[in-house]
């Protein structure tokens, strides 16, 4: 590296505001979704991705998708759900392609009474604080981040 | 609660999109660092905040308003961090408001030579990847939403 190009004002206003929002949203809509539901994040971006799927399940690579997580993760924590009984892994016998990860109906009813719940703490700390133009910005500046991430010459490294 | 208040498109866009590029940000720029540093972003983050006081050492309470962590966070993560000799917790003894925590000399310059490593990979991962416009505004979109946090009814709950 030759000489460092240190972040402007500018710049280090929007990447640290950026970092102290992220953290609390997470923190914050985290620790309300576990006292409603007792499920983490992960836990329950996994479980609302097969409740939404037609027959309430989906195979590990459509999950890996939806979720955007690597392999690595989605098989280990998957792992970690089925072990506490909130996912069953299937096997698929008409194809080679492998395992299907399915939600039981009791656990998709007890999700679809927690979206509401959930919905809400998510536009009181976050929607509602933005206007439509700014919803907008953000989802335009998220998209533009993740295609960046994606080009980038670390796309593989994960 | 009455009728669920769903989220519109443009809601769920913005929504989505900031849940994944976070999700991805994070992910990309923690292993960076951890790969450039031995260091997790939490440790960085506190440790930055040390070498960036003049004496190298702040209080507990300084540092909680520095990384808007929970007093309880930073408690435990500093006692970690004292565990694997990253900092060193200094007796106070000419007031009564406790304890300082503070970095050494040595790794306050491994600090120094890491962030010029860390910033290329912000600037890499977001900060190139977006207009001065989006850098404004996704500025005020955090602000807005960190005031939305700090003022909401739960804003002593954690």
Redesign the interface.
């Known amino acids: ?1 030759t000489q ?4 402007d004002e ?2 280090a ?3 640290r ?2 970092l ?9 809509t985290g ?2 979704l576990q006292r409603a539901t007792g499920l983490s994040e992960a836990d329950y971006e996994v479980l609302v991705n097969l409740s939404e799927s037609p027959d309430g399940r989906l195979r590990p690579s459509e999950l890996g998708g939806a979720t ?1 997580w690597e392999k690595s993760r989605i098989s280990h924590h998957v792992k970690r759900m089925e072990e506490r009984g909130l996912v069953k892994r299937l096997a698929c016998k008409t194809d080679r392609r492998g395992s299907w990860v399915a939600i039981s109906a009791a656990r998709r009813r007890a999700i679809e009474r927690a ?3 959930h ?2 703490h ?9 206007t ?1 133009a ?16 994606a080009d ?1 010459p ?1 796309g593989c ?2």
């Open positions: 590296m460092p190009r240190w972040l500018r710049e206003r929007a990447w505001q950026f102290l929002m992220q953290g609390q949203v997470r923190s914050r620790s309300r955007r979206a509401p719940v919905v809400e998510v536009r009181e700390m976050f929607i509602d604080a933005l439509p700014q919803l907008d910005a953000l989802a335009e500046i998220s998209e533009a981040i993740l295609a960046r991430l980038g670390e490294d994960e």
